[in-house]
């Protein structure tokens, strides 16, 4: 089983829809977790970190359940660029270990 | 404003080649590393450092191999290349705590033929 695992995707959306995606995690001494961007061939690009109480920036939404080890990120009136790859990302231990990543989820919203 | 540079941003080998990709931060970053991004796979994780003299492994470190004598530069070693390290290569470094955000390089293309 992957340590950081993410819906498969890809989702296809139209403009303005709300959509979630989904990260769960499988190890419980995980500290930090995050959301990244990746746009097409660029390198991935810190979107919002994900905290305990729920944390929201504009559009987006990050959701963290510690005893479910799960993350969710929301994104709600969506635009077409927003179209990229989003990252669930979880800092293990202690603040330098490991970076792991999941997958990735592909969004791309359609006019 | 450099931040991560990574060079060579492409690279062509032929099986059983050594090449080392480098990787340079000017942000003073204690912790480096290196991923590989496969369609797919997302980005793995094959080494990393927490500073200079310390590095470990991570997901995939078969076929690499890394070193840490300054702050600034974490190079990544392929000793005899294969055809399944083709991949784009990432490095990216971040300062302290939980909350530090990671920095990336722009990424090296490489295809072992």
């Known amino acids: 089983r992957k340590e950081v695992e993410q819906d498969p995707g890809p989702f296809n959306v139209p403009e303005g829809a709300t959509v979630a995606f989904n990260c769960t995690y499988s190890n419980s001494a995980s500290q930090s977790f995050f959301w990244y961007r990746q746009d097409c061939r660029k390198e991935p690009k810190l979107l919002m970190s994900?905290?305990?109480s729920g944390n929201e920036d504009g559009r987006f939404t990050a959701q963290l359940n510690r005893a479910s080890q799960y993350i969710s990120l929301l994104i709600r009136d969506s635009k077409l660029s927003d179209s990229a790859t989003y990252l669930c990302?979880?800092?293990?231990?202690?603040?330098?270990?490991?970076?792991?990543f999941g997958p990735g989820t592909s969004l791309s919203v359609i006019p | 404003n450099a931040g991560v540079t990574q060079t060579p941003k492409f690279q062509v080998l032929k099986t059983g080649q050594s090449m080392t990709l480098q990787c340079a931060q000017d942000?003073?970053?204690?912790?480096m590393s290196w991923y590989r991004q496969d369609p797919g796979m997302g980005l793995r994780l094959i080494h990393y450092s927490v500073g200079a003299g310390i590095t470990d492994q991570g997901e995939v470190p078969n076929g690499y191999n890394v070193s840490r004598s300054t702050t600034e530069d974490f190079p990544l070693r392929l000793l005899s290349a294969a055809p399944s390290q083709t991949s784009v290569y990432f490095c990216?470094?971040?300062?302290?705590?939980?909350?530090?955000?990671?920095?990336f390089g722009e990424g090296s293309r490489l295809t072992v033929l």
């Open positions: 942000m003073n970053h204690e912790y």
């Open positions: 990302v979880v800092n293990r231990g202690t603040s330098y270990d490991k970076v792991i």
């Open positions: 994900v905290y305990s």
């Open positions: 990216a470094s971040k300062g302290q705590g939980f909350t530090g955000e990671l920095f």
